[in-house]
């Protein structure tokens, strides 16, 4: 049997908070994953965190999860804290392709999800910018990318759960949607496995 390690770098969102479930679009990803596989998954969330954050965390707590033994991959979660803490997008490329390359040097497995909108159409202008930025990254590496914003920035289920949370996280139906996204984005491809093993 095949062994697969799954490490997801990520911020809030990974944590599933606001979710009155509790499990995220983790937690419902990996609830769709065949029992018969043999996957363990490492979460690693680090609220408000950037590309720069992300860069350093995948050798400093990512890499130390992968197995000479194991086929190793790495999800990574981003989101919109490199437009508050004032990097530029051309910078935020640049982690994120460095972050890649390394990882596919070590021959682990990338998939990128972008990040998601808020609710707040000022700082959403600011975010489809980063997104862009992110998947035309990503594309030219022919990795997976998940387009989380161009499929939720008008979406009346989670507008409405962003815009009543504090924070703008999302609720379950959010969650859900995040799911639903991975899942048809080439999430089983990625894995080389089928959702009916």
Not at 120 to 143: C, P
Not at 145 to 157: K, M, Q, R
Request: proline content about 5%; aromatic content about 8%.
């Amino acid at each position: 049997m095949r062994q697969i390690r799954a490490v997801i770098l990520g911020d809030e969102l990974l944590t599933g908070a606001g979710d009155p479930k509790g499990i995220g679009w983790l937690g419902r990803v990996q609830a769709r994953l065949p029992q018969s596989s043999d996957i363990a998954v490492f979460a690693l969330p680090m609220i408000g965190e950037t590309t720069s954050d992300m860069q350093i965390r995948w050798k400093t707590e990512a890499a130390m999860r992968f197995s000479p033994d194991s086929e190793n991959y790495l999800v990574l979660a981003l989101g919109a804290h490199d437009i508050q803490a004032g990097i530029t997008i051309s910078r935020s490329r640049l982690n994120l392709a460095s972050l890649m390359d390394d990882a596919m040097r070590e021959g682990i497995k990338v998939f990128v999800m972008g990040p998601a909108p808020t609710g707040v159409a000022e700082f959403d202008a600011e975010v489809k910018h980063l997104s862009d930025g992110f998947a035309d990254v990503v594309k030219r590496r022919q990795l997976p990318y998940v387009d989380c914003f161009g499929p939720l920035v008008n979406h009346e289920g989670w507008l409405e759960e962003v815009s009543s949370h504090p924070r703008k996280l999302p609720g379950q139906v959010g969650y859900g949607l995040m799911a639903w996204l991975v899942l048809n984005r080439g999430w089983f491809e990625w894995l080389g496995i089928s959702e009916t093993d």
